[in-house]
Structures are given as structure tokens and as C-alpha cells.
Nanobody, 129 residues
């Protein structure tokens, strides 16, 4: 069973930085996508970033392009989300999630949360103005 553990959230002032980590275990496949999502109070969960293992392609929501960077340390089975120039509107609970490709991936979209099966527990990010 795939297990994900999110960490790295916290309280930061606007303009500051945080690095989130997602430690994965039990992932047997080498063809998967890891996504970062966030959910603010009263809002729907939205896709933030995604990285695909096969070709290391990266995807970002328009709202975070140029400020957030997704990366991976395969030796540690960990994916990171470096968040710079944080804004109050980035405040949310951030989750990592894994999608395992199996050949029936017609509905997969990198930033579509409802296709991802495995989820971390979430980590709170609060950006003060």
C-alpha cells in the first residue's frame, strides 16, 4: 500500500518561503505522477503542481508559476515543493498525492485531484500579510 507523509508547513510572512516534503513508501511502480494540491477554508481543492516520474515533466497552476518549484530526491523517495514569494492567498492545507499509471489513463490530468488515489495527511501553510 502506498503511504505518503506530508510535512514542512508553517506560518510565514508574505514574501517568505517554505519547502514542503512528501515522503513516499510502498510505491512499487516506476511510472507515476506526484501532485501537490491545496485546499483553503470554504474553497475546493485545487491542483498546484505535478511531476511525472517517467520523463520528469512538471506542471504548475498559473497562480504559482514562477514562485513554486516541484522536485524529487529519488534516493529518499521524497518529493519537495519549494514555495517562494508566498502570498496570503497561498494559505491552505497542502496535500501530496500519487497517481499510478496503468495504461487506462484517459482521465488523467496532472492537476485534477479526483483522479489521484493515494493522499498524504496534509500540512498547513499560513501566510500572514
Amino acid at each position: 500500500e502506498v503511504q505518503l507523509v506530508d510535512s514542512g508547513g508553517g506560518l510565514v510572512q508574505a514574501g517568505g518561503s517554505l519547502r514542503l516534503s512528501c515522503a513516499a513508501s510502498g510505491l512499487i511502480s516506476d511510472d507515476y505522477a506526484i501532485g501537490w494540491f491545496r485546499q483553503a477554508p470554504g474553497k475546493e481543492r485545487e491542483g498546484v503542481s505535478c511531476l511525472t516520474s517517467a520523463d520528469s515533466s512538471t506542471y504548475y497552476a498559473d497562480s504559482v508559476k514562477g514562485r513554486f518549484t516541484i522536485s524529487t530526491d529519488n534516493a529518499k523517495n521524497t518529493v519537495y515543493l519549494q514555495m517562494n514569494s508566498l502570498r496570503p492567498e497561498d494559505t491552505a492545507v497542502y496535500y501530496c498525492a500519487v497517481y499510478v499509471f496503468d495504461g487506462n489513463d484517459y482521465d488523467f490530468r496532472p492537476l485534477r485531484s479526483n483522479v489521484y488515489k493515494y493522499w498524504g495527511q496534509g500540512t498547513q501553510v499560513t501566510v500572514s500579510s
